[in-house]
């Protein structure tokens, strides 16, 4: 696969008894992919992983490779151990992926011998496209430029990286020392633009979910006045309860459930209706075409 464009970091449904809505998650990434869509990314941290079983990420990422036609599906690739990561990567190969994005195990933070080691059997375990997951503040282990290229010079197949630090210096950086070897991608949804102006080719995308038009047009017009407008559902992306503030604008916008697995909780009392009054004034100037 070519990593260029916007992927959507596609939310996880679930039914009533949290058991996932593969009805709805085939009908929602089929939504986005009619409005533009460059391909889907499953299984990430806004997917709910740490939530999911190894039997229902895998059975994700077969109802999703029935419906992508000729755009890229990717795996999200996170797990406690080496060993399980190892094992989805090879399950996501068989399922029809056609790339993988390797993140951080869960929950364990060290140093890079250890990080670089986990990555590496995850990178090499098929000879799927990698992109590399860097996002420090919520994995707590933070992968740096000259580290970066150092995997690079090691796996071929690894030819992205996901940059989700918050700094859009570390796009500079990544393309000071690695070029045009690694597709650099924006990873937040606020830092879009100044990853893009930066030299980033492609977005990981969450407000997608709930707005692909309006996504793919900030992606192409570069309007700083479109992303002014779309900022305040933009920085949604970013807080703590990011997931339940994503799902709560789709359900406004028609399209899904606020529903979460817990230990999330949907918003509640005064939070829901800060955010609830927030995506509604957003939506009552939303632009037309």
Not at 122 to 132: E, H, Q
Not at 248 to 274: D, I, M, S, Y
């Amino acid at each position: 696969m070519e990593w260029k464009g916007v992927i959507s970091a596609i939310t996880t449904p679930f039914k009533p008894d949290y058991s996932v809505d593969h009805a709805f998650l085939a009908d929602h990434a089929a939504w986005q992919l009619d409005n533009g869509v460059d391909g889907i990314v499953a299984l990430g941290s806004l997917g709910e992983a740490a939530t999911l079983s190894f039997d229902e990420k895998v059975a994700i990422l077969r109802t999703l490779a029935k419906i992508m036609k000729s755009k890229p599906l990717v795996a999200g690739i996170a797990s406690l151990s080496t060993a399980e990561a190892v094992a989805l990567a090879s399950a996501a190969r068989e399922a029809g992926c056609a790339g993988l994005m390797v993140l951080p195990p869960y929950v364990y933070s060290t140093d890079w011998r250890e990080m670089k080691a986990h990555v590496s059997a995850v990178i090499g375990a098929t000879p799927l496209t990698c992109m590399l997951y860097n996002n420090p503040p919520a994995y707590k282990t933070d992968f740096l430029a000259p580290q970066i290229a150092e995997l690079a010079a090691e796996h071929k197949n690894l030819q992205a990286v996901k940059e989700s630090s918050g700094d859009a210096r570390r796009v500079t950086a990544i393309k000071a020392l690695c070029s045009d070897r690694l597709a650099v991608f924006a990873g937040l949804d606020d830092m879009v633009l100044e990853g893009v102006r930066a030299g980033a080719v492609g977005w990981i995308a969450g407000l997608v979910n709930a707005m692909p038009r309006e996504t793919m047009a900030l992606f192409n017009q570069k309007s700083d006045a479109l992303y002014r407008w779309f900022l305040p559902l933009l920085r949604m992306d970013v807080l703590p309860k990011f997931v339940q503030y994503i799902k709560l604008v789709q359900q406004e916008v028609g399209k899904g459930h606020e529903r979460v697995r817990p230990p999330r909780l949907v918003l509640a009392g005064a939070e829901r209706e800060a955010a609830l009054d927030t995506i509604r004034a957003v939506l009552r100037d939303r632009p037309k075409g």
